[in-house]
């Protein structure tokens, strides 16, 4: 059964931490993407891959790395830098639905962080 | 930069009545046009796409474009309580693989 999975879907971490969200994706899909929303907020790009090792910032990239070293998982590190972390995460992957057609983005679960 | 404008709401409809959510976006290469449904605490889930001018049926649901008037809308038919969710639309440009998100709209179903 193809999707996207993250991993935690909870994840608490104490000031001064870096931690690392899960992403990954069985759908052959080339790109991926990091997004954060905040309560009653639109989502915000963070960052984004276009094909496995590149990767390019988003509007708000301050504060996170990625690396992409497999086309199935694209992990995104919350580090200390992040004077706000405490947000909703979401992975997603741009590809044609059941390998045909348009290119669609479709998203996992999501990983809610919590900072103490 | 390129935005997406959304009504946040609350809209609220009657049980069998048409939901209409509406989006405008400022940018006019935009190619490709998506509505997602997000639940309280859940992911969004896609669940319409539209890439030309005119309507696109399916089921309950029709996403209209009109690219001269740069406007994507989406009509909920029969409304139903697991309706309620916000709405979000997003536009991709013609280049690159950026996607951009309005803040959506929060629809509520009253039985």
């Known amino acids: 059964d193809g999707g996207i999975t993250q991993s935690p879907k909870y994840l608490f971490r104490k000031e001064g931490q870096n931690v690392t969200l899960s992403c990954e994706q069985n759908?052959?899909?080339?790109?991926m993407y990091w997004y954060r929303q905040d309560p009653g907020q639109g989502l915000r790009l963070i960052y984004y891959?276009?094909?496995?090792?590149?990767?390019q910032k988003g509007d708000i990239a301050e504060g996170y790395s990625v690396s992409r070293e497999k086309k199935e998982s694209f992990p995104l590190t919350v580090t200390s830098a992040q004077k706000n972390p405490t947000a909703f995460y979401l992975c997603?992957?741009?590809?044609?639905?059941?390998?045909?057609?348009?290119?669609?983005?479709?998203f996992g679960p999501g990983t809610r962080l919590t900072v103490l | 930069q390129k935005e997406v404008e959304q009504n946040s709401g609350p809209l609220s409809v009657p049980e069998g009545a048409i939901a209409s959510l509406n989006c405008t976006y400022s940018?006019?290469?935009?190619?490709?046009f998506f509505w997602y449904r997000q639940y309280s605490g859940k992911s969004p889930e896609l669940i319409m796409s539209?890439?030309?001018?005119g309507d696109k049926e399916d089921g309950r649901f029709t996403a209209q474009l009109n690219k001269a008037s740069q406007y994507v809308s989406l009509l909920i038919r029969d409304s139903q309580p697991s309706d309620s969710a916000t709405y979000l639309c997003?536009?991709?440009?013609?280049?690159?693989?950026?996607?951009?998100f309005g803040t959506g709209t929060s629809l509520t179903v009253i039985p």
């Open positions: 940018d006019r290469v935009s190619q490709s």
């Open positions: 539209i890439y030309s001018n």
């Open positions: 891959s276009q094909i496995v090792n590149d990767f």
């Open positions: 997603a992957s741009k590809g044609p639905r059941h390998g045909l057609g348009w290119h669609e983005q479709f």
């Open positions: 997003a536009v991709r440009p013609n280049t690159g693989n950026q996607f951009y």
């Open positions: 759908l052959n899909h080339d790109a």
